[in-house]
């Protein structure tokens, strides 16, 4: 299907039909990733750092080998001897050093050891023979003393070419973009603006802890079953990290218990392949949430200079940003797509952001929904709303004046093809929650959120069967009810019910590569790529039925799920349903199937407008979220219901990174909050109902025109809620978490 | 160290284990009965995953040690549908998609269930309370909210 005969007139896309995979999710038959065991299973567990920057002096493993139930140890030694290479350039040397530390321990937390043995309790009891002597180094885990000249160098030689000289060791990659000419915009300003803002790391969150399963012979060949957004990266990886060939490793992914861009690397995998090549058994790796917490996500935390001009009608002149993220004690930290994504929904002649990615004692920084862009919303929505506040102008209509359109020049480079935002803007001015009376002691808050979307490595494979119905295999894993989707919209091109098409998480075996479950793009490219292989599927079936009617093939067409004769020249036959046509597809040329691989390039951006009322408690300093209303652009919603879903998760996270949600370091760089008593997420007592508009704009690089809906919901609500906050208590928020000890401070000082 | 034969009653049927005294009652539905319903999202209490019905009580059974089921009537996620037949709430949760990626919903079915044999009407305060031992990460609650307080709503009115 050409892209410019883009449908949009549908008969499944766009209901609302039960997930397949439903009835296995609400009985407990649903297989998560330490839902499994083999025989013959042995169980691992790691020893980690509890230091936060330490020289390896020694390992010593002889107690815990000599150790009866003991089968395996693993350290440095038995991984692959991967090259170093600067920045993300050598990747998998990062990896490699995040999954097991080699000369120094680089966090609290960081792998130095790992242990297979009969049961998991014997695994975790033998950790204690491991001896293991560190030289203690000072640390830093804040991103502005890591970039400070007396700040301990974390590695040297980190750093890739984009860094100009001069930085310290620790600043790792370096940004810059935008166009015009700002210290002109801001001279034409009748306000400026300037000021400064603080984000903390926050988690994922998901809640099933990484899990797997690991068989690896000492013949090179694997099988892998781990809960991930990607089993293709988990495959390459694992190869290169354990020096086997890639194809000689087969990863199944598990159902996914939440991943929200955590689970788009490696953790525990390789250390179960490692020491199951040790101790020729199969090895279950599952962590503790504690684990969880110390090693693997978390969000980068920033610090950011904030410069904006405006004119009296409410035209922004100028904006300037600054944006410096810690990652951790690897490359990787997105201040890039921070400073490209702070002022993209806004239609700017002068615009400039500068991003850092800084290494800190800190875990290795994983994806968070829209990786970068929720930190820098929130400064730059803070300026504008307080812009709008002393110029005494309506934060919608502001945003209106600025916002972004079809052919705008982007902050970050690019001219915008048809896009959303307006639509957004308006639908949140026409909304009853806009003008709804606020109650004494609340304030309202809005801000506008900007995401790239993705498209990504896609293969798709779909084929018939003899009575008619499909097998659709895809290979993204299905987090969110992506599964439904897919049935949606090959139904839609076969014309066949929705409920005859069985679709399938494949593993890396069964199907050509395909990107991780990241960037929004399953239901956009894994979409796409469905639709196409249907519709190769459907070209097949109608050659089978032209043959049979004696016609050229150009000369039928496919309508309703019937081949049918394409116009009254062609003959007059009755149409032939696809079910009589595979019926005798052994005998008529052979099984049919329809396949599409590609890296499909149009993913189309996102926008989307939040709106939220909070309460504050001024003797408390406890705020409560009273009213929540997410609008954003979809392009096309296939699954209405799983839209929702997506909007209200995005804006739920928001809401705990907002208020809630930070990573506490004591003094002596060590986690303090790694358990869910004490990183607290929202619970169900902490939310109100979350409204949700689905303005549909389609995307032109998609059949049907789909933009993905996952990442953009969480990059608006820091910022709407903080203008909220900042209204009701009468203060300007400047640091996330607004947590009661900080608001209490702020409303303090605020006398 | 030794293990410890324990007896007890999952979802109707008799059980028997052997367990050692430092393994949850958690573990012992997961590793030695197969039952894998329950999950481990926390192991301290925190998150609900893992929530079972102990003599008709709400319990995490992270928190409960195995050798503690003895003679105890047991109910997991997999005993809440009456043989094929699916509980009202497991049906309104599939209509609903008060679920995204599935891993909470076992536990909050349970603990759902637990709160609608209590209180056939609650409120919605009284149903978000009740569930917040239970954390999602992927809903923001709205959808699960809806589902159970439609299947209470439902339920009354069959009765």
């Not at chain 1, 439903?22 to 839902?35: E, I, M, P, Y």
């Not at chain 1, 297979?116 to 003393?145: C, F, G, N, W």
């Not at chain 1, 002649?349 to 919303?377: C, E, F, L, S, W």
Request: proline letters at 6%; one cysteine or more; charged letters at 20%.
């Amino acid at each position: 299907m050409a892209l410019d005969d883009r449908k949009s007139e549908f008969s499944f896309v766009g209901t609302r039909p039960n997930r397949p995979d439903g009835l296995d999710k609400v009985t407990g038959r649903a297989k998560f990733g330490a839902d499994i065991s083999a025989p013959g299973m042995l169980h691992g567990a790691i020893l980690r750092s509890p230091h936060a920057h330490a020289r390896i002096v020694k390992i010593d493993t002889s107690k815990a080998e000599a150790h009866k139930d003991v089968k395996a140890v693993v350290t440095r030694a038995d991984f692959a001897d991967v090259p170093f290479k600067p920045g993300l350039e050598g990747e998998f040397w990062n990896v490699l050093e995040n999954v097991m530390a080699g000369e120094k321990a680089l966090y609290d937390g960081h792998a130095v050891a790992a242990i297979a043995a009969t049961s998991a309790l014997a695994a975790r009891d033998a950790l204690k023979l491991i001896e293991v002597e560190y030289e203690v180094l000072p640390h830093v885990t804040d991103v502005d003393k890591a970039m400070a000249s007396d700040a301990p160098v974390i590695r040297e030689g980190a750093a890739d070419y984009s860094v100009p000289a001069g930085m310290h060791p620790n600043v790792v990659r370096y940004h810059e973009s935008g166009h015009g000419d700002v210290e002109a915009g801001f001279a034409e300003a009748d306000l400026v603006i300037e000021d400064s803002f603080v984000t903390e790391a926050t988690h994922q969150g998901y809640i099933e802890p990484h899990a797997c399963l690991g068989m690896l012979g000492n013949d090179g060949k694997g099988e892998l079953w781990c809960t991930t957004q990607g089993h293709w990266i988990a495959q390459k990886t694992c190869a290169a990290l354990l020096g086997i060939e890639t194809s000689q490793l087969r990863v199944t992914a598990s159902e996914i218990g939440g991943g929200f861009g955590g689970k788009t690397t490696v953790f525990i995998e390789p250390v179960a392949l490692a020491l199951s090549r040790k101790a020729n058994r199969p090895v279950k790796l599952v962590m503790t949430r504690s684990e969880v917490f110390r090693a693997t996500g978390p969000t980068s935390s920033a610090s950011m200079d904030i410069k904006i001009g405006m004119k009296k009608d409410g035209t922004i002149s100028a904006a300037q940003g600054v944006f410096r993220l810690q990652g951790g004690a690897f490359p990787g930290a997105p201040g890039d797509m921070t400073a490209m994504c702070a002022f993209a929904p806004y239609n700017l002649t002068n615009v400039k952001q500068i991003g850092y990615d800084v290494m800190a004692n800190r875990p290795k920084q994983a994806a968070y929904r829209a990786p970068g862009a929720p930190m820098g919303a929130f400064a730059v929505e803070s300026v504008i709303d307080e812009l709008c506040k002393k110029l005494d102008l309506d934060p919608v209509d502001v945003r209106l004046k600025n916002a972004a359109h079809e052919g705008t020049k982007a902050s970050y480079g690019p001219r915008y093809e048809r896009i959303g935002l307006v639509e957004t803007l308006e639908a949140a001015k026409a909304h009853p929650h806009y003008s709804a009376p606020l109650k004494p002691g609340q304030g309202r808050g809005i801000s506008c959120g900007f995401w790239f979307n993705h498209g990504g490595e896609t293969s798709v494979s779909l084929s018939l069967s003899e009575d008619g119905s499909a097998q659709l295999m895809v290979g993204t894993p299905d987090i969110g009810g992506s599964r439904a989707s897919m049935a949606l919209m090959a139904a839609e091109v076969l014309g066949i019910p929705y409920e005859n098409i069985r679709v399938t998480i494949a593993d890396t075996a069964t199907l050509g590569y395909n990107d991780v479950s990241h960037g929004s793009r399953v239901t956009y490219a894994s979409g796409l790529a469905t639709i196409k292989a249907a519709n190769h599927a459907v070209e097949k079936l109608c050659e089978r039925a032209a043959a049979s009617w004696g016609i050229p093939t150009d000369a039928v067409k496919w309508e309703n799920g019937c081949a049918v004769p394409s116009g009254p020249n062609a003959g007059d036959f009755d149409p032939r349903p696809l079910a009589d046509i595979t019926t005798h597809m052994g005998s008529t040329g052979g099984p049919i199937s329809g396949h599409f691989e590609a890296t499909p390039e149009g993913a189309g951006v996102s926008f989307g407008t939040h709106i939220v009322d909070a309460e504050v408690d001024p003797e408390t300093g406890k705020t409560a979220i009273t009213r929540y209303t997410v609008i954003q652009d979809a392009g096309k919603a296939i699954h209405p219901t799983y839209v929702e879903g997506q909007y209200q998760g995005g804006a739920a996270q928001g809401i705990g990174w907002a208020l809630n949600e930070e990573y506490i370091y004591g003094e002596d760089g060590r986690l303090q909050n790694s358990i869910f008593l004490d990183y607290r997420i929202p619970v169900a007592s902490d939310l109100p109902m979350i409204d949700t508009v689905i303005v549909e704009v389609p995307n032109p690089g998609h059949p049907f025109g789909v933009r993905g809906v996952g990442e953009t919901g969480i990059v608006p609500p820091l910022a709407a809620i903080a203008n909220a906050v900042s209204h009701a208590a009468g203060v300007r928020m400047r640091q996330l978490p607004m947590s009661p000890p900080r608001i209490l401070a702020a409303l303090k000082d605020n006398g | 160290m030794s293990k410890f034969h324990v007896s007890t009653n999952v979802n109707g049927d008799s059980v028997e284990y052997l367990c050692d005294p430092r393994e949850t009652l958690l573990d012992c539905l997961r590793d030695k009965l197969n039952l894998t319903g329950a999950k481990e999202g926390c192991g301290t209490g925190d998150c609900g995953a893992c929530s079972v019905s102990v003599d008709g009580r709400l319990v995490c059974s992270c928190l409960m040690l195995g050798v503690e089921a003895e003679g105890k009537q047991i109910e997991t996620v997999e005993g809440i549908a009456d043989g094929d037949v699916l509980h009202p709430l497991q049906q309104k949760f599939i209509e609903h998609a008060a679920l995204q990626c599935g891993i909470c919903t076992p536990g909050i079915l349970v603990a759902a269930k637990s709160l609608l044999e209590k209180n056939p009407n609650p409120t919605e305060e009284e149903a978000r309370y009740w569930l917040a031992g239970n954390l999602c990460r992927c809903t923001g609650y709205d959808k699960i909210i809806r589902a159970v307080m439609e299947t209470a709503e439902e339920l009354r009115e069959a009765s």
